[in-house]
């Protein structure tokens, strides 16, 4: 049974950074792509990230370009999240999950929520101006 279970969330000033990770207690998460979404409050849930099952094809969302970095590790079964130079507007839920429809790969445009599914209960990314 996959369950995702995101780590690392945290407050920070603006400019520092946070790692966040996307675990699951078997290695089952080494067979999927992992997108990382979030969702600030009153705001809907928007892509962030996500990298395929090889690690070879990854995506990020223009405002986060240059400042993240998603990477895994397959030894540990986990997925990271790399965030550098946070910003205000960075500041929420974040939250990971796995495809549906092709559970290997990031889709080749901007991931949508509603095409994710074993979402973990997220963790929670607050950063101070």
């Known amino acids: 049974q996959l369950k995702l279970v995101e780590s690392g969330g945290g407050l920070v000033q603006s400019g520092g950074s946070l790692r966040l990770s996307c675990a699951n207690s078997?290695?089952?998460?080494?067979?999927?792509?992992i997108g990382w979404f979030r969702q600030a409050p009153g705001k809907e849930r928007e892509a962030v990230s996500c990298?395929?099952?090889?690690?070879?094809?990854?995506y990020y969302e223009d405002s986060v370009k240059d400042r993240f970095a998603i990477s895994r590790d397959s030894a540990k079964s986990t997925v990271y999240l790399q965030m550098d130079s946070l910003k205000s507007e960075d500041t929420a839920v974040y939250y990971c999950?796995?495809?549906?429809?092709?559970?290997?790969?990031?889709?080749?445009?901007?991931?949508?929520?509603?095409?994710?599914?074993?979402w973990g209960r997220g963790t929670q990314v607050t950063v101070s101006s």
């Open positions: 999950a796995i495809p549906i429809f092709f559970p290997e790969n990031c889709s080749t445009r901007t991931p949508a929520p509603g095409e994710y599914d074993h």
């Open positions: 990298i395929s099952r090889s690690g070879s094809t990854t």
């Open positions: 078997a290695p089952g998460l080494n067979y999927y792509a």
